[in-house]
């Protein structure tokens, strides 16, 4: 049979007859018999036991293993790069359900795996863009997840950040005055003390 041989010679995942297979293969595979680290996704259980095997695999493997975070890195950033494209083109205006949002990033057959993202699930995810202010997130009664987009346009940003820092220099200017007043009231309090005193 074909078991797996065919991921071991030639180069591996970034042979020219790989890459091409991958391009044709379409279609969802099986969550389970993806590969992230290979980005490879198995016909059955059998192709993914012999592909865990394979020499392309645990070459994989070694170098995740020297720099686990770094994959995980560009992992979660893909994954995030991909949903937020897929959150500004509904615009601004729009409150979508994250669910719905997520299943229009994997429809891409080579999409990145929420467990392979430091975030594990998209309710951790969405409450993250939140956080982040990234996103206007909230939750219905029923406890789904709706986001919409923001627009984090470099010149809206610069002028809030603007605001704020003026803001903030203009209450660090009063809080000197207020506390070099409240110096000068104690400066005074202890001269009078020193005078005061029968003359």
Known sequence: ??????????????????????????GLTKLRWYCQ??????RDENGYKCHM????????????????????DSYSKEFDDAFMEVLRRKGENVRS????????????????HMNATRWLTLTEYIKYLGKEGRAHVDQDEEGKWYARYINRDPEVLRRQEALVRKERMDLDDSERAARMVE?????????LKERGGPA
């Not at 797996?4 to 890459?19: E, H, M, Q, V, Y």
């Not at 680290?37 to 198995?42: G, N, S, V, Y």
């Not at 110096?183 to 001269?191: D, G």
């Open 97 to 112: 359900k994250a669910t719905s949002l997520w299943h229009e990033v994997i429809a891409d057959r080579h999409h990145i």
């Open 183 to 191: 110096n000068q009231i104690k400066e005074a309090q202890r001269q």
């Open 53 to 72: 095997m394979s020499e392309a695999h645990l070459r994989q493997v070694r170098v995740f293993a020297e720099n686990p975070t770094s994959f995980i």
């Open 1 to 26: 049979g074909t078991m797996g041989k065919a991921t071991d010679k030639a180069g591996g995942f970034l042979a020219p007859k790989a890459i091409s297979n991958r391009i044709k293969a379409k």
């Open 37 to 42: 680290l290979c980005e490879k996704a198995c």
